[in-house]
């Protein structure tokens, strides 16, 4: 089931959106604009089936705005019009009403009046819902959104609603089997590569910086699994980023550390790297995400020279050489595939577990062929070794001494294991303990 939230500019439509799936997830303040896609989140309404609920953007171009609402009374199967109590009805008002109307949805639309609470209401609730009637629709609800008041009966309606034209279900939500974030600097066609991914506009595409704001995500079939994409703002450098931009900055990197999606940084061919791109990838590379680095343009370079582009890019990232680089055209849609191809690779590799047999006999035929060398009186001898996660895999390695494990026998170890192992193109952490921390686990076994 759709519930699609629609609205003039600065309704606090987002407010409401947030209420009712119980997180933060629209970027909310004054400013008319802040939320400038449609937004779309699925969550396990009350418990007893899933509903998404999509929130139309407030855009300062109400032409613009209008397309985006007409899109969602399409797609929805209820609707929620938001209107605000304290400016009241407007033509734009009217102009959405027009559109519900049009699509024969009036049965199946709720007016939400809100920035209204129950004081207000106590003594003259017929006189102040009086002139929203006007509009035609059944059902007229007030709420405040900010205070969280009379959401619980909005949330009665909507179920209501679902359980009387069966679209209620007992199935939970089934989470995405691959996600993927698209991330890089603004005007690199993050969005771009989005939309002809999935198949239709699902964000707007603008030749001017922050046109996408909050994240956008959509999910797409892949290699018959369910892969949830996730539209990223263009980074700046932190010296650049203030007030809204900043709120949307840090929330998509919460949103990287919390979901650890495969990460797609896409860097431009043709304006070449910059100290934000670097920076980018030192902060993903720490957060131990899965990246693919991903030079679009790279069609306006001659194709004989795609190959030496490729490795000087290369070369910029010595600090995580393990990660797969590709060329892409996102407008063109070319070499999408290779895209594409490696995502999967990377999925498969990150979710990898190893046997604990596998990883010691492999690492002590590693000890034998080509042995680390240490300082005098300083050698790491390793006991054994184990796996205890994945997405990240985090590996144990019990040693006599943790402190002689130093730079070189830790890329040592980390080479031996990617040599053996299809970790080529994925991060992980390698932790060390010492002979006493074996012993007083033997003790306690």
């Known amino acids: 089931m759709k519930v699609g939230l629609?609205?003039?500019?600065?309704?606090?439509?987002?407010?409401?959106?947030?209420?009712?799936?119980?997180?933060?997830?629209?970027?909310?303040?004054?400013?008319?604009?802040?939320?400038?896609?449609?937004?779309?989140?699925?969550?396990d309404f009350a418990g007893l089936w899933p509903v998404e609920f999509l929130d139309s953007p407030g855009l300062l171009d109400f032409t613009l705005e209008l397309e985006m609402i007409h899109r969602i009374i399409q797609e929805s199967d209820f609707l929620l019009f938001v209107v605000d109590h304290e400016v009241g009805l407007w033509p734009k008002e009217h102009e959405i009403q027009s559109l519900v109307l049009k699509h024969q949805k009036k049965l199946k639309t709720v007016l939400v009046v809100n920035k209204l609470s129950q004081v207000q209401l106590y003594q003259q609730y017929d006189e102040t819902l009086a002139d929203y009637f006007s509009l035609w629709f059944g059902q007229v609800v007030w709420v405040s959104a900010k205070q969280g008041e009379n959401i619980d009966v909005l949330q009665t309606?909507?179920?209501?609603?679902?359980?009387?034209?069966?679209?209620?279900?007992?199935?939970?939500?089934?989470?995405?089997?691959?996600?993927?974030?698209?991330?890089?600097?603004?005007?690199?066609?993050?969005?771009?590569?989005?939309?002809t991914l999935a198949g239709e506009t699902v964000a707007k595409v603008e030749d001017f910086e922050w046109t996408t704001l909050d994240y956008n995500v959509t999910t797409i079939n892949f290699w018959q699994q369910k892969m949830k994409i996730y539209d990223t703002m263009g980074l700046q450098r932190k010296s650049k980023t203030h007030g809204i931009e900043k709120i949307a900055h840090d929330k998509t990197f919460t949103m990287l550390r919390f979901v650890k999606p495969i990460t797609i940084l896409m860097v431009d061919a043709v304006e070449w790297l910059t100290r934000r791109d670097l920076a980018a990838l030192k902060q993903m590379s720490e957060m131990n995400l899965p990246v693919i680095?991903?030079?679009?343009?790279?069609?306006?370079?001659?194709?004989?020279?795609?190959?030496?582009l490729l490795q000087k890019f290369r070369q910029q990232f010595g600090f995580a050489p393990f990660i797969p680089l590709v060329g892409i055209s996102?407008?063109?849609?070319?070499?999408?595939?290779?895209?594409?191809?490696?995502?999967?690779?990377?999925?498969?590799?990150?979710?990898?577990?190893?046997?604990?047999?596998?990883?010691?006999?492999?690492?002590?035929?590693?000890?034998?062929?080509?042995?680390?060398?240490?300082?005098?009186?300083?050698?790491?001898?390793?006991?054994?070794?184990?796996?205890?996660?994945?997405?990240?895999?985090?590996?144990?390695?019990?040693?006599?001494?943790?402190?002689?494990?130093?730079?070189?026998?830790?890329?040592?170890?980390?080479?031996?294991?990617?040599?053996?192992?299809?970790?080529?193109?994925?991060?992980?952490v390698i932790e060390f303990k010492s002979r006493k921390h074996l012993n007083e686990m033997d003790k306690k076994e």
Request: glycine share 2%.
């Open 157 to 195: 309606i909507i179920q209501d609603f679902a359980r009387e034209n069966k679209l209620d279900s007992d199935k939970k939500i089934i989470d995405a089997d691959v996600h993927l974030a698209i991330v890089g600097r603004p005007n690199v066609w993050k969005s771009t590569l989005l939309n």
């Open 330 to 428: 996102a407008a063109e849609a070319q070499w999408l595939q290779t895209l594409l191809q490696c995502v999967g690779r990377v999925w498969k590799n990150w979710d990898l577990r190893i046997s604990t047999s596998s990883l010691n006999n492999l690492l002590h035929k590693a000890l034998l062929v080509s042995p680390p060398r240490f300082p005098k009186n300083k050698a790491c001898k390793l006991f054994y070794i184990s796996q205890t996660d994945t997405k990240p895999a985090r590996f144990l390695a019990f040693v006599n001494n943790s402190d002689n494990a130093n730079f070189s026998y830790k890329k040592w170890l980390e080479n031996a294991i990617r040599k053996a192992f299809p970790f080529e193109w994925v991060p992980f």
């Open 6 to 43: 629609i609205g003039a500019v600065n309704v606090w439509k987002s407010t409401l959106f947030n209420r009712l799936i119980w997180q933060f997830r629209a970027i909310v303040t004054d400013i008319p604009g802040t939320t400038r896609d449609i937004l779309s989140e699925e969550v």
């Open 293 to 308: 680095i991903a030079v679009n343009k790279i069609d306006r370079i001659p194709a004989i020279k795609h190959k030496a």
